[in-house]
């Protein structure tokens, strides 16, 4: 694999933001010298076993070797796997500097349901620095009714990042009663409080999901809003601010073309880029690396 | 910007105060350094993004790009701005020095309801240092059926104060199912006690709501209370003690003369001064400077 | 003010206590250094406004400004003065010295209930030690639900004493749904149980409320006790071991020669002093002096 | 008192144990160097005040002053006193060397019921360490609902012990609603299940009640079990294993035959001796004593 | 007994992994230095006294001591013996060196339901460094309502044994009323998803077992699914990835030749050994060590 040193804007990304010796190289590293290596961001999750279990994999077995995504992630050239303390210890030692690691700190099962969802962490940002990540992920829950312990728990986190220079990315997700009874975690009501959560908590990027219109049960103003899905896109990614937003593809999509306009709308819309996890490696590998590679072509047409 | 190293009372305010040094040195920074540079406040507040979401910028979009309160906070002239880590971390760059920073340090959002009301930390005063602020905010819910936990961790946060120098700013607000039944979170009841509760923990200034006359459900005395609006606010200044009181513009009133006249009232009151958010904010930029230039010209008129 | 630097009795309060150092000097300086000087304790409480809001002043608006409770102390020659870490800092300069100070830690709002009482600590014994304090008073609520809370914390607490050489005055109150269930706070039983309860968690001081008789609801053999009010007292001071009591002057009594006829009650019956607030700083500075050396005329017949 | 430096076979009781030379030497002084210095154990405990209130003293009470039991322990020949930090502090400076402590760590009042039963620590290891301790005691609600702060807090106590070489009593208390639902407490079910629980958790002498026969509630193969008492003692010191077992002496039993009938019955049942409270010291001094010598008699059959 | 350094493969089941020193130096040990040491496991459990009570040691008393386990371990050849401290400090000294200790860090007992089910740690991976350990042992309840406590202290635990080297076999248990229904703790779903959980969280080793088929309330697409044992043994073992598979012993079955076609089985479908405990030490002695040369002979036929 060919590595760029700086995107050919240099780092424009960047520029703006006042940041740790530590944070800036690693986030260089992730913008401009792996991936698509244009200051955009195609980052591959693998936290779904622990979040819904075997289920995930059901419909394409071979992924439940963590090897299939690891060389997803190089052969497809994204800008990074993100994946949880057990399997990056596993399996990194044949990838470590073929691509760069977002060590996931925190999760849970779905078997409980989410109306007090909690992610607690199981590894920390020392880990991360162990294994050589050039980020961590963390999942908050925004809204739930145990948000103090989220939010508590997520500040230690950012304060040692800020202490090893370590980049931060943010699942910021709706979730638990209150959320349901305001329209749901899809909702733009939803998905806009979220990145602007993760804005204020201080997150560098945040993994947020393509907003859905909201229903009678939201609250003014998003309730009698009549926005198209580019005009929510763009909601959102503003209410992010200077986080960067990368959008989720959620379920699996069958077809392919459907997933790279989601793709391009995305970037259209101000994203930094895409965290998709099933809707790449549930596809046979070579019909992965493929996508992935269309994928690129896109995100080489949104430099930043 | 002109700076005034010393108000004309020459630290009058701080005069009958024992402070740590740092913390005596931050404090003037505040009060004679900044803004109107007379022992008086003008605090611009913006976690309403967190507390509230992006509802409270729909009024005015612009305001989302957290350019524009800091924009304000310089060309207002404010003695300070008060937000969360992650807006500083975002924004500083370019103001640092040029506008005195509160660090916030908790905030919840408002998608549960507030009966058990708690506001976690996600930033420590260990970041305020690092991000030069001259101060820290911390909510605490007075009254909150867990009022065990915002009591304690507000503890720990007064002694890192005290150990770092850092003057404290309380956000003082009561909350919870036991102070609806009591009347609801604005009455003179709520707004004295708490007052009383920002001095009795150690505040250094508080920020409090003008306080409302109080209806059947409140205690005694204050039910049968009849005092006038001017007299409330005399009462929760002086409950207050030494804690300094700003006093809060709440949802956003379009009068101009009325915001002024409120700002008036709040500083023949004893009020130290105001933070006023969404009244400064939510106006098209050069109003908002208008206005503020206004206030300032209030202030002026009630050195300390 | 004159000091004696020992008690006719040479400081035999604390002849039969085996104490470290420090905690041995700062009792003498309570017991023997001011006050009565005598071995007795006469101490001047203001936690009630953050216990019971600004209710509590209403009879008598100039105890509002914590100077008033200063200067009482002083001119009343107390002993000590106990408030918290608030109030101790924006009033201490000026009688640092003059008059000793219980440093309060812990505490709360009654705007909650009171089934599952819980008093957080807001302050450390390393606070006191920074403010000069000669001993630090802590809170337990005494059978609550929530006691393993109350307890555990306590327990930190009382060990940093230790450390520190700082004396420890409880606040003992019995408190919270099942102490309600079984006769109330007030009773024989809940008082005699809270006194036994401060010894064995090693309180050097308590402070305890003069016990009512039992009502049916209170657990035998108190329920059929039939003793009068002079024996319940002995029978709590008995039950506190070593421990010195302090028994507290409750709600506002108007009548001087009814408040003078408990201290000497209280006196006979073995307590090493009192804790009198309302019952002070309720009255008009001078009747509040007036009657404050009225006690001291008592306390002096009753050297320890 | 003479003392015996060992006892007549050597330390036998110890023999199979691998121990750290502190908790070594300080078993050996309980089993060898106090009491009947045999190998066996006569505690005289005193936490009654604070689990019962002062309602126990009422039989005796001359009881209520802690002197009466150090005095007892002393003449007596206990082999150690077992009480908390405010009786050890306040008491044991004429004491200290004549009789062994083993300082209670945790307890609690019991106003609120067991059903969830917690018992919080308010004393540490080196507390114990301070006051010159030859043992801590520990109580830990066996199969309460809140197991898990039992366990978990007991864990830290025990690395502590290790730390610093000091022995482990447990006071191994079935509690709380689920044991009720079982049969209760005092079965054969839950005392059987108490010791090895000890066992399993690194007890180094655990103090357990007389196993009752199991109701129709016990779980099988309990409830089906018709053993006479002897044969459920010997069950349960078989199922504390390598832990020294001590028989507690519950409720006072007025007929002394009776009450060395029960010691001399746990002895040949495998005991290693008893913890008797109330039916020591609620009987008049002498006859206390008188008690105590009749017990060493039986002890001294008893070698370990 | 004698011991290969090092199995027929040369330690290839290691081969694979990236491991630190320790971590490598002490699993090598536990599977080509001790057991059937080609790289299969043998593990002794015991720490049913905790979960289960005294209740599971009825059909052979011999072995509530101890030292049958420990004796059984030593003569049956067994890879290690996993026990918690109490049992290990009380018993391992003739036996250290001989057989290995796996140091079962948690535990809790089985009176309280398991609606909510949590397992609090007594020890530490301090404690099993002491005590010469060359794993810890650590119970994770999957999908307990309490999951977040759960996966947080295991966290910190899998943090500490990274620290000291030390492996980490997780008890991975599918518990609490969601799992119940679900379907139960022992379908494939539940086992299949505690598999996947031991991988992302960092296991080394993983206890489960053997997977029954799904109701009807187990979720989609388990429900569909009619795999025989072998395929659903199969299933798990690929799901834990590269964590090696111990399979349960579970209840007690009284027909050897039943017990080791379930060991043929297991070892068939992937795993890399059994941990037998009731099936082992319920037998006599003789015929628990028969039964477990049996098993090794088994092994022999597994190198890895």
């Known amino acids: 694999m060919k590595r760029k040193s700086q995107g050919r804007n240099g780092g424009s990304a960047l520029s703006s933001l006042s940041l740790a010796h530590g944070k800036r190289a690693r986030l260089h590293r992730l913008l401009y010298g792996h991936g ?14 622990l979040e819904h279990g075997p289920t995930d994999f ?19 050239r994204f800008s990074a796997i993100a994946l949880g303390v057990g399997l990056a210890e596993k ?18 099962t779905n078997i409980p349901d989410d109306a007090e969802a909690v992610s607690p962490a199981f590894a920390s940002v020392e880990d991360a620095v162990r294994l050589g990540a050039d980020a961590v992920g963390y999942t908050v829950y925004v809204g739930s009714p145990r948000q103090d312990v989220e939010i ?22 709706p979730r638990g009663r209150d959320v349901e009874a305001k329209g749901g975690r899809g909702t733009l009501f939803a998905q806009d409080y979220a990145a602007r959560v993760a804005e204020e908590l201080g997150a560098d990027v945040v993994k947020l999901h393509e907003p859905a219109e909201d229903p009678g049960a939201s609250p003014e103003p998003y309730r009698s809003l009549r926005e198209g899905v580019a005009a929510r896109l763009r909601r959102v990614v ?7 937003v990368l959008f989720s593809g959620g379920a699996k999509q069958d077809d392919d073309a459907a997933v790279l306009r989601k793709v391009r709308l995305y970037m259209e819309c101000g994203a930094t ?11 046979d590998f070579e019909a992965a690396v493929s996508l992935a590679r269309r994928v690129h072509a896109i995100m080489h047409r949104f430099p930043r």
Chains 1, 2, 3, 4, 5 share one sequence.
Request: glycine share 10%; net charge positive; with cysteine.
């Open 91 to 108: 399996h990194m030692r044949d990838y470590a500097g073929r691509v760069p690691l977002v060590l996931k700190l925190n999760g849970k």
């Open 238 to 244: 503003r209410s992010a601010g200077r986080v960067m």
């Open 58 to 76: 059901f419909p394409n077995p071979a992924a439940l070797d963590t090897e299939f995504q690891f060389r997803l992630a190089v052969e497809g």
């Open 36 to 49: 698509p290596a244009n200051g955009t961001l195609m980052v591959l999750p693998l936290d779904q076993g």
């Open 273 to 283: 880029g895409v965290m998709f996890g099933r809707n790449m490696w549930l596809r």
């Open 152 to 173: 508590r728990e997520y500040g230690v986190v950012r304060q040692e990042c800020e202490r090893l220079g370590m980049p931060l990315v943010v699942w910021a997700y």
